[in-house]
């Protein structure tokens, strides 16, 4: 059983296109985070949030706390843009996540 | 100031050989965690200390397995007698307490052959 969902695994889109990434969760959650892989392992934090939405540049993230899910919106994608794109979410009482197994997005120019 | 560092970020080892991991967490960062990422998986929490005290390790896969952070600062995962499924990126991250945001490091690429 997973407590974080995303879809979809993997994404290939044309520079400039608008992309969604999905996360569907089943636990009860104070915030929700999103993060970006390279490849090479590093681990960047895009964003945390816990109602509404966040923009950081051309990144969007949204969350409905009630429906458990939340999104990750790229517009005007670009080629640097081609990461592992994972989902967490705290477990338990400690600073500890559940993670999704990613989405895979590739954006060729 | 500096993110969090790991090092060495690829290590090549035969089955059977141990190794060490080394997590340098951010200054002033009290809580530590390590992760294992298989391919093509999200992070798995292996276990996660504050300071120096280790309060969760039930993560951790087999008793090969061992993390130690003696200062409350530095911390070194061991895996002993290692096998080919060990082989993954094993990341560490640090945030203050009591913070949902953690801070991950470049992690470090095992290749257990």
């Known amino acids: 059983k997973n407590e974080v969902e995303q879809s979809p695994q993997n994404l290939t889109a044309q520079e400039g296109e608008f992309i969604t990434i999905n996360c569907s969760y089943s636990?009860?959650?104070?915030?929700l985070h999103w993060l970006q892989q390279h490849p090479g392992g590093g681990i960047v934090s895009l964003f945390m949030?816990?109602?509404g939405k966040k923009k950081h540049g051309r990144l969007i993230a949204t969350i409905n706390i009630q429906e458990k899910h939340s999104s990750l919106h790229i517009t005007a994608s670009h080629p640097r843009d081609s990461a592992v794109y994972i989902c967490?979410?705290?477990?338990?009482?400690?600073?500890?996540?559940?993670f999704g197994t990613g989405t895979s997005l590739t954006v060729i120019p | 100031g500096a993110g969090v560092s790991q090092s060495p970020r690829y290590k090549v080892a035969k089955r059977g050989q141990d190794v060490a991991l080394r997590c340098d967490p951010i200054?002033?960062?009290?809580?530590l965690f390590w992760y294992q990422q298989a391919l093509g998986q999200g992070p798995e929490f292996l276990t996660y200390?504050?300071?120096?005290?280790?309060?969760?390790k039930s993560g951790l896969p087999s008793d090969r397995f061992f993390a130690e952070r003696p200062e409350g600062s530095v911390s070194t995962l061991k895996i002993q007698r290692t096998q080919q499924e060990d082989s993954a990126v094993y990341l560490c991250?640090?945030?203050?307490?009591?913070?949902?945001?953690?801070?991950f490091g470049p992690g470090t690429r095992l290749t257990v052959t």
């Open positions: 636990v009860g959650i104070s915030a």
């Open positions: 967490a979410v705290p477990r338990g009482t400690g600073n500890q996540f559940y």
């Open positions: 200390f504050q300071n120096e005290a280790q309060l969760d």
């Open positions: 991250a640090s945030s203050l307490v009591h913070s949902y945001e953690q801070y």
């Open positions: 200054s002033g960062h009290v809580s």
């Open positions: 949030l816990s109602s």
